[in-house]
């Protein structure tokens, strides 16, 4: 059986403070959370330390938002897999949207990560996923099947989550219709080595729409932004019930 993964992912939100309150809402709300749910939060560098002091025994994992590929060196503004490790992180985003949009990563450095995120026994959760205009110019397939060749090069498959998140659904309450989302999911399953790869949904997942989501035999989980944030939201969502 394929694991069953809900990730958070906070992006460039909340303080020190802040993921201290989230957690004391939140810690409360998982006690009966069934045991094959994987919890991670994905939280900016800052707030690492806050959960690495407060999830002592907890069953959440701690994730980031990125990874360097170097140990170390003269690469201003990354962090490294031994920075990560420090604070217990056992997952990290690699390729998400926003960094490729915003930040110029391409497939070769998000293959770079990938890798590093695997050196350093982080489970690495990349993010793929086609914009709505090559959606819109029948491209989603040949978009997504071009990404994951080319980041998955070299790429151990048997230690890998995958995220499909279709761009225009982040972020725009624009979900992606669960049905076409399984689709497209079973069509990256069919393209990798290791068909027990956990593939992830993410665009917009809310407390309203993710029983429907993981009622969809080829979604393994949720990658989640905004509704991530309030704990009582991400709560719902990670104690979704199944049809
Ligand atoms: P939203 O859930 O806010 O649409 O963000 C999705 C996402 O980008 C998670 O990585």
Redesign the pocket.
């Known amino acids: 059986m394929r694991n069953i993964i809900i990730a958070g ?1 906070w ?1 460039m939100h909340k303080t020190q403070s802040e993921a201290l309150e989230f957690l004391q809402g939140f810690l409360h709300e998982i006690d009966e959370t069934p045991d094959h749910r994987e919890i991670v939060l994905c939280v900016p560098f800052t707030a690492l330390p806050v959960l690495s002091k407060n999830l002592h025994g907890s069953r959440i994992k701690i994730g980031a938002q990125n990874i360097h590929w170097e140990d170390s060196g003269a690469y201003t503004g990354e962090i490294s897999g031994t920075m990560l490790s420090e604070f217990g992180t056992r997952y990290t ?1 690699v390729g ?3 960094r490729r949009q915003y930040f110029g990563e391409t497939d070769e450095t998000v293959n770079l990560r990938l890798k590093a995120a695997q050196q350093h026994n982080l489970m690495p959760i990349l ?1 793929v996923g086609e914009t709505k205009e090559q959606r819109d110019a029948g491209e989603t397939e040949n978009i997504i099947k071009g990404q994951l060749e080319k980041d998955l090069v070299d790429v151990d498959q048997s230690r890998l989550v995958i ?1 499909y ?1 279709p761009i225009w ?4 309450g624009e979900t992606c219709e669960s049905g076409e989302a399984n689709r497209v999911i079973g069509m990256i399953r069919s393209q990798l080595k290791n068909a027990d790869v956990p593939i992830q949904y ?4 809310k407390p309203g729409n993710i029983d429907e989501i993981m009622a969809q035999p080829e979604i393994d989980g949720a ?6 944030l309030a704990s009582s939201d991400f709560a719902r969502i990670v104690n979704y019930q199944p049809f």
């Open positions: 992912n992006k985003v998400h949207s926003e993010c995220a998140e659904a982040i972020g725009t993410g665009g917009s997942v990658l989640v932004g905004g509704a991530s």
